[in-house]
């Protein structure tokens, strides 16, 4: 099933299920793939607000910021978030963890002009994808 296809269900899963992360990730994604930003912003939003202490929405919810709507103060609290979680709640260290470092590093060089803060993040970025990958 594609991801225009399979947007009806996702939203009635949300709707019946609003306690299910994986039916807010799912439906998210697929309104990105169908280029339906604001959906998916709204959709990831909903997830923030009902999975606060999962990174992977706070994750899905600042990049999703970042990339298609330039809301780069928000999308920094929510990367901050996501490495917060990560710290804190000892969670299985996937790939979004050092993503996370990535994006915040290019927000750092790009929109604030702040080239050490960027590389010191460009470093995190680096030490935790060789970490994971080893």
Not at 33 to 41: C, G, R
Not at 45 to 53: D, G, I, M, Q, R
Not at 58 to 74: G, I, M, N, P, V
Not at 106 to 130: F, G, V
């Amino acid at each position: 099933m594609d991801n225009k296809s399979a947007i009806p269900y996702l939203e009635k899963a949300t709707m019946l299920k609003p306690r299910i992360y994986s039916a807010f990730k799912n439906l998210g994604c697929s309104y990105l793939q169908t280029q339906n930003y604001e959906k998916a912003l709204d959709c990831f939003a909903k997830s923030v607000e009902n999975f606060p202490a999962n990174p992977g929405a706070q994750y899905s919810f600042a990049e999703t910021l970042d990339k298609h709507f330039k809301r780069y103060d928000q999308a920094l609290v929510h990367y901050e978030k996501v490495i917060e979680i990560f710290e804190k709640e000892k969670v299985m260290v996937d790939r979004r963890y050092s993503d996370t470092f990535n994006n915040l590093g290019n927000i750092y060089e790009s929109i604030k002009r702040d080239k050490e803060k960027a590389n010191e993040l460009y470093k995190l970025a680096d030490k935790h994808k060789l970490s994971f990958f080893n």
